[in-house]
DNA sequence: TTGTAGGCGTTATCAG
DNA sequence: CTGATAACGCCTACAA
């Protein structure tokens, strides 16, 4: 532990005074009390430290310096050490990406994407789940100064100050998925769930449906109020008035959904239902079903996110895409491409939400064969 | 980019010279170029960074010098570059954990269990997706080589030769979940799966069910050859002969369990169905309610993982849980304990099986109140 | 091409 | 208690 640099000018072989300390000539090579370095390989392969880097790096390096360094290093078994890299880089190939709930499918997808991406560079990708808690999010912002990542993608369902200042100065790029102030300076990629939910009324407007109730998350998130204001929009262009009745707030989850549609069924009789993220919609798919509801003969019902949980009901269920794959691959290009060159101005990105129909708003076909259920 | 050291001794500042070479007193002391530093902690105090850092480690340090040094770090914005710190200290306070399928709702629960232990011990957990893929797994576990993170735990569902070499040759430590050989020398937190399908066997025959079916994963992976023999062993136990025709592989997704049930439904005529997982379970009653079995009055079904998604179905379903949860908890323990003390012996954690019955096995009641489903 | 000599930011050791 | 200094493992001017 205290491999005093004496010898380092003793004649002979001159690098090797680590080898000299470690007291052992080949044995110990291999394990120092650790794992071999540069050092290892160059004292091995009789080079200096600054030789054997430039050959494992494929800089430079002589044809028989290149094949003593190779030889020694396949011989000692030497992997670079990431961390030391990274202090000299001043990077660690590392990306963190801070979600709200990992087991929502829709997160799931995002991640997906994103890993692609971010895999595709090289990189690795870092997985935190802020259960929506603002002081969680802000620290993790604020741990972004210990530089344990090179960049983060952030999915806040809530945007305050706190998140404003944190991600102002943070001193690594951010980039944040969902919806933020117009003239915020950050990259930032959205979509529209407004108008998502209008194509959801739209459609349920179209096919007949009159008493579209809807089943929401909380009113104080960014996509809760974001929800609310299109719903209650689209039904006003439709000239047909709001019942509050049919309207019922929980969070962004099954239980919430479920129990949500519980109380909205016991006051009232809606023929359709929008809701405002897939695991509420299919909390209340179970509600209807539970209480005798035929779905959609009795009530049409839309979801939003259009994950792989809505192809997994039975019926399946139409969703409103918000495009979650789509707004993760270009959030992870976006941070990707100002890791590599900070001095980019901010950039926003948007993806607009599409409409997907499945039977539980289309023609009400309880039992049917299992072709149609395959390609609908 | 080029701080020459000149002016360490010189007179009156004498820690000043990362200051001096700043070129500039006050405003650069922020941002040299990057971020405060010990250094520039140290020399703002007045003291050495030798001081500076005991201070800001909380060992040692006169009251005045904690004072300056306080003060000082806090003037600046200082945080710790976690990289040289990890340098130094040899370790990240990283911990990976490698799984097949990120959207498996199964390693989703494990993966919270495991992130819980993790993040209590002021670690924090990288997740990689593995897509059960088995290069990729044997390049993770070499990638550990590289050390950027302190361990890791993995769960794959095949292990082969290479596996286990990558696994003896891995300089960092690494928890299995997962059946291993009785003398593998390494942590290991497994169920016993056969056991599990022994349980819901014997559920669906004591309820009367005789024609009972199996889907299943393939069979070169673990689980799927586990389940396969308990299958196989608890029909004969109970004097049932096997009809192979009730026995369906696919793999351990939605997709696969809806496609086997749909060829297993063509050709015989179940009245109850074991699956190897939660995944395929939700498949097979997509397919059994499309082509109008009534579940469970016609066809009894039982899952395998108890996951979320078991509940969330109408009905809901039995599962038989492999403790998922309590899994990871364990296997976090373990890895845990291992990168304090990497002298211990080798360690075995086993969870037991339980069944949960639900609605898709328990009485029929295709609609009844909601309270029953909520408590059920 | 090769080797010398830092330096990345921290912590730890060891004299004063 | 404090400061000088050596690591941690790697990369990279710069000089030879």
């Given at each position: 532990m205290t491999p005093a640099l004496i010898s380092a000018q003793t004649p002979g072989n001159v690098y090797s005074y680590r080898v000299e300390v470690q007291g052992v000539g080949r044995k110990r090579l291999?394990?120092?009390?650790?794992?071999?370095t540069v050092h290892t390989v160059a004292a091995r392969a009789g080079?200096?430290?600054?030789?054997?880097?430039?050959?494992?790096?494929g800089v430079g390096g002589s044809p028989e310096t290149v094949r003593k360094v190779r030889a020694a290093a396949a011989e000692v078994g030497y992997v670079p050490n990431a961390i030391a890299r990274s202090l000299q880089s001043q990077r660690t190939e590392l990306v963190a990406l801070a979600v709200e709930d990992i087991g929502n499918p829709v997160y799931v997808a995002m991640m997906r994407a994103i890993e692609a991406v971010v895999a595709e560079s090289g990189r690795q990708l870092l997985v935190h789940a802020t259960g929506g808690r603002i002081d969680n999010e802000t620290a993790l912002l604020r741990r972004l100064a210990h530089r344990y990542v090179d960049g983060m993608i952030i999915s806040p369902i809530r945007v305050t100050a706190e998140h404003l200042t944190a991600l102002a100065d943070s001193p690594v790029p951010v980039v944040v998925i969902g919806q933020l102030a117009e003239d915020a300076p950050m990259d930032n990629v959205r979509t529209d769930s407004r108008l998502g939910i209008a194509l959801a009324v739209d459609h349920l407007v179209a096919t007949g449906r009159r008493r579209i109730g809807f089943v929401?998350?909380?009113?104080?998130?960014?996509?809760?109020?974001?929800?609310?204001?299109?719903?209650?929009?689209?039904?006003?262009?439709?000239?047909?008035?709001?019942?509050?009745?049919?309207?019922?707030?929980?969070?962004?989850?099954y239980a919430a959904g479920r129990e949500a549609t519980e109380r909205l069924l016991a006051r009232a009789e809606p023929d359709a239902l929008v809701?405002?993220?897939?695991?509420?919609?299919?909390?209340?798919?179970?509600?209807?079903?539970?209480?005798?509801?035929?779905?959609?003969?009795?009530?049409a019902l839309v979801g939003m996110d259009d994950t792989e949980l809505a192809r997994m009901m039975f019926p399946q269920l139409s969703s409103v895409s918000l495009g979650s794959a789509e707004r993760g691959r270009k959030a992870a290009e976006l941070l990707l491409q100002r890791i590599d060159d900070p001095a980019l101005p901010p950039r926003r990105a948007q993806v607009a939400p599409s409409l997907v129909v499945r039977a539980s708003s289309g023609t009400p076909v309880p039992a049917q064969p299992i072709r149609e259920e395959v390609t609908s």
């Open positions: 291999q394990e120092p009390d650790g794992r071999p080079v200096s430290i600054a030789s054997a880097s430039r050959v494992l790096n929401n998350g909380p009113l104080d998130t960014v996509p809760g109020a974001a929800r609310d204001a299109g719903f209650r929009a689209a039904l006003a262009r439709h000239g047909i008035p709001l019942d509050e009745n049919l309207v019922e707030v929980g969070d962004f989850q809701c405002a993220n897939d695991l509420i919609a299919v909390g209340a798919l179970h509600t209807l079903l539970a209480l005798g509801r035929r779905v959609p003969t009795d009530v």
